[in-house]
C-alpha cells in the first residue's frame, strides 16, 4: 500500500483509539468501585444502548473481515456462516434473555450455582468461560494482525506480530481503567461506525453493478473460476462425506454456540430489568440482521471486484477481502478515493477488533475473579477484592491471547470463532438449559456437563486438521491428526448433554425440588432478582 494509506488508516486509528481511552479515562473517574459497577456497569444502560453494545459485541472481526473472505473464495458455503450466526439469535431471545437476567448476578455460573453447590460448579463454569472467551480472543488478534499487514504491505511479519502485542494491551487498559462502564459506551460507538462503513460500501456495490443483484452473482462466479459452481452448495462443504459432515457441525455449533458465549450471557446483566434484556436482544438482532444481508453482498462484491485470486494472494485465508474491495470501490491503489475509502475500512475493522476485545476481556477476567478466585478462596480471607482480581486476570487473559494470536495468525477468523463457538455450545449450553429447565438437575450432573462438553470439544480441536496433518494446519510440519472433522461441535455438544444427564442420574445426592421450583419462579417472573 502506499504511504497515503498508511498515513490516513494510522491516523483514523489513532483516533479512535484516542476516544476510545477518552471514554475509559470518563467511565474511571465516575465509577464507584464496587464489583456491580466494574462487572455490570451499575445495571443503568436502556435496552437500546445494551442492545447497540450486544450488536457490537457480537459483530466482531470474524463477521466484518472473516465471513465476507470466506464468501469471496467460498461463495455459497461462506454465506452460511452469515445464516448461522443470525439463526442463532432466536434461542437466545426464546430461551436465555430473559431467564438468565433474573437467575443471575454477573456470570453463567451465577445461574446454575443458585440451585446446585457452589464451589464446584463455579470452577466448572469458570474455567470453560475462560477456554472460550480466549479461543474467541485468538481470532480477533489474528484479525488485527491482517488488517496491519495488508495496510504495510504485506511483508511485515514484525508489523503484525506488535499490531497483536499492542490489541493486548490495549483491552487490558480498557478493562483495567473504565470496567464495563467503559466497554459498553465503546461497543456502543463501535457499533454505530461498523454500521455507517458497512452501508457505505453495500451501497458502492450495488452502485457499481447498477443495483442488479443478479448481475452480481454472474460477475462473481466467472471470476471465481468455479461458474455455476460458486453459486450452489459444495464449494468448501461438499468434496466428500466428512467435508459435509464437518459442515452439519459447523451449522449446529454456530446456532447454539450463542447462548453459550460468557461475554454475550454477561451483557443482560447491564439492564435492570429482565423486559429490558429482552428487549435489548430485539434491538441487537435488528442490528445484526441487517449487518449480516450486508455482510453477503460485501463478500460477493469482493468477489466481483477483487476477484478471488488476489485476495487469496493478499491474504490466504481471505481475512482482507473487505479492504482490498473498499480500495477497488474508491479508485484502485494510487487514487485518492481509493486511500481514504481503504483507510475507513481498515480504521473501522481496527475500532471492531478493539472494542470485541475489551468486552470479551472483560467477561473472562470477571469469570476469573468471581467465580474462580472466589470460589478457591472461600474457606480462607481473601486476600484482594474480586474487582483487583479481575484485573489482573484481564493482564494475564491478554497475555495468552497475544501468544495464541500469534502461533494462529494465517487461520480465518471466521473459522477460529466457529471454534469457539462449537466450545461454548459443548460446555456452556447443556449445564445453562439443564439448570433452567430440568428439576431433577444436580451437583454433579452440572459438573459432569461442563467437563464433559468442554474436554472433548478442546480435545478434539487439538487432535483435528486445524491444528497438524495438512499445509494449512496450526503446525503443518506435524502429523498427529486423529478426528477428520474440523468443527467438534456434532460430537462434543451431544456429549455435553449426555455428560449432565449421566451425571444427575448416577448422582447420591437427591434433587432439590425447593431450589428449582425457585429458581422456577424467580426465572419466569424476576421475583428476587438483583
Known amino acids: 500500500m502506499t504511504g497515503n494509506h498508511q498515513t490516513l488508516a494510522l491516523l483514523l486509528f489513532s483516533a479512535f483509539v484516542a476516544v476510545t481511552l477518552a471514554i475509559t479515562t470518563w467511565a474511571g473517574r465516575n465509577r464507584r468501585g464496587s464489583a456491580e459497577e466494574f462487572y455490570a456497569g451499575g445495571r443503568l444502560f436502556s435496552p437500546m444502548e445494551n442492545g447497540f453494545?450486544?450488536?457490537?459485541?457480537?459483530?466482531?472481526?470474524?463477521?466484518?473481515?472473516?465471513?465476507?473472505?470466506?464468501?469471496?473464495?467460498?461463495?455459497?458455503?461462506?454465506?452460511?456462516?452469515?445464516?448461522?450466526?443470525?439463526?442463532?439469535?432466536?434461542?437466545?431471545?426464546?430461551?436465555?434473555?430473559?431467564?438468565?437476567?433474573?437467575?443471575?448476578?454477573?456470570?453463567?455460573?451465577?445461574?446454575?450455582?443458585?440451585?446446585?453447590?457452589?464451589r464446584p460448579v463455579r470452577i466448572a463454569a469458570g474455567a470453560s468461560s475462560v477456554t472460550v472467551s480466549v479461543l474467541y480472543l485468538v481470532a480477533q488478534m489474528v484479525g488485527a494482525g491482517s488488517l496491519v499487514a495488508l495496510l504495510l504491505g504485506g511483508t511485515s511479519e514484525a508489523a503484525r506480530s506488535w499490531t497483536v502485542i499492542g490489541v493486548g494491551a490495549l483491552m487490558v487498559v480498557y478493562v483495567s481503567l473504565g470496567g464495563m462502564?467503559?466497554?459498553?459506551?465503546?461497543?456502543?460507538?463501535?457499533?454505530?461506525?461498523?454500521?455507517?462503513?458497512?452501508?457505505?460500501?453495500?451501497?458502492?456495490?450495488?452502485?457499481?453493478?447498477?443495483?442488479?443483484?443478479?448481475?452480481?452473482?454472474?460477475?462473481?462466479?466467472?471470476?471465481?473460476?468455479?461458474?455455476?459452481?460458486?453459486?450452489?452448495?459444495?464449494?468448501?462443504?461438499?468434496?466428500?462425506?466428512?467435508?459435509?459432515?464437518?459442515?452439519?457441525?459447523?451449522?449446529?455449533?454456530?446456532?447454539?454456540?450463542?447462548a453459550g458465549l460468557p461475554h454475550i450471557l454477561s451483557r443482560f446483566y447491564t439492564v435492570p430489568t429482565a423486559r429490558s434484556a429482552r428487549r435489548s436482544v430485539v434491538w441487537s438482532i435488528g442490528l445484526i440482521g441487517s449487518f449480516y444481508l450486508m455482510t453477503i453482498v460485501l463478500g460477493f462484491g469482493a468477489a466481483a471486484v477483487v476477484g478471488p485470486d488476489a485476495v487469496r494472494a493478499s491474504n490466504a485465508a481471505g481475512n482482507t477481502a473487505v479492504p482490498l474491495l473498499a480500495l477497488d470501490l474508491g479508485g484502485g491503489p494510487g487514487s485518492t478515493g481509493g486511500t481514504v475509502l481503504f483507510a475507513v475500512v481498515a480504521a473501522v475493522a481496527f475500532a471492531t477488533i478493539l472494542a470485541v476485545v475489551a468486552g470479551i476481556t472483560l467477561a473472562s477476567s470477571a469469570s476469573v475473579a468471581h467465580d474462580l478466585y472466589a470460589s478457591l478462596r472461600r474457606r480462607r480471607a481473601k486476600r484482594y477484592s474480586e474487582v483487583t482480581v479481575a484485573r489482573l486476570a484481564a493482564a494475564g487473559i491478554g497475555a495468552a491471547a497475544i501468544g495464541l494470536g500469534l502461533l494462529a495468525r494465517d487461520l480465518n477468523v471466521a473459522f477460529?470463532?466457529?471454534?469457539?463457538?462449537?466450545?461454548?455450545?459443548?460446555?456452556?449450553?447443556?449445564?445453562?438449559?439443564?439448570?433452567?429447565?430440568?428439576?431433577?438437575?444436580?451437583?454433579?450432573?452440572?459438573?459432569?456437563?461442563?467437563?464433559?462438553?468442554?474436554?472433548?470439544?478442546?480435545?478434539?480441536v487439538v487432535f483435528s486438521p486445524v491444528v497438524s496433518g495438512g499445509p494449512e494446519a496450526l503446525f503443518p510440519g506435524a502429523d498427529f491428526q486423529l478426528f477428520p472433522l474440523q468443527n467438534p461441535g456434532l460430537v462434543s455438544i451431544p456429549l455435553g448433554f449426555l455428560a449432565g444427564w449421566l451425571g444427575t442420574v448416577t448422582s447420591p445426592e437427591p434433587p432439590d425440588a425447593a431450589k428449582h421450583a425457585e429458581t422456577e419462579v424467580r426465572a419466569l417472573t424476576g421475583a428476587g432478582a438483583v
Open 53 to 118: 453494545a450486544i450488536a457490537g459485541d457480537y459483530m466482531s472481526a470474524a463477521s466484518f473481515l472473516g465471513i465476507s473472505g470466506l464468501i469471496a473464495l467460498f461463495g455459497y458455503d461462506g454465506m452460511l456462516y452469515s445464516v448461522g450466526f443470525l439463526v442463532a439469535w432466536l434461542v437466545v431471545l426464546l430461551f436465555v434473555a430473559e431467564l438468565v437476567r433474573n437467575c443471575g448476578r454477573f456470570t453463567l455460573a451465577d445461574v446454575v450455582a443458585s440451585r446446585m453447590a457452589e
Open 181 to 258: 462502564r467503559a466497554t459498553t459506551w465503546i461497543q456502543i460507538v463501535k457499533a454505530v461506525l461498523l454500521m455507517a462503513g458497512t452501508v457505505a460500501l453495500t451501497v458502492l456495490v450495488l452502485v457499481h453493478f447498477h443495483g442488479d443483484f443478479g448481475r452480481l452473482l454472474t460477475t462473481a462466479a466467472e471470476r471465481s473460476g468455479h461458474g455455476r459452481d460458486f453459486l450452489a452448495p459444495g464449494l468448501r462443504y461438499g468434496g466428500d462425506w466428512t467435508a459435509r459432515v464437518d459442515f452439519v457441525s459447523l451449522g449446529i455449533a454456530l446456532v447454539l454456540g450463542t
Open 416 to 460: 477460529l470463532v466457529g471454534l469457539a463457538f462449537a466450545v461454548a455450545a459443548s460446555a456452556n449450553l447443556p449445564v445453562l438449559l439443564y439448570s433452567l429447565f430440568w428439576r431433577r438437575f444436580t451437583t454433579r450432573g452440572a459438573v459432569w456437563s461442563v467437563y464433559g462438553g468442554l474436554i472433548p470439544a478442546v480435545l478434539l
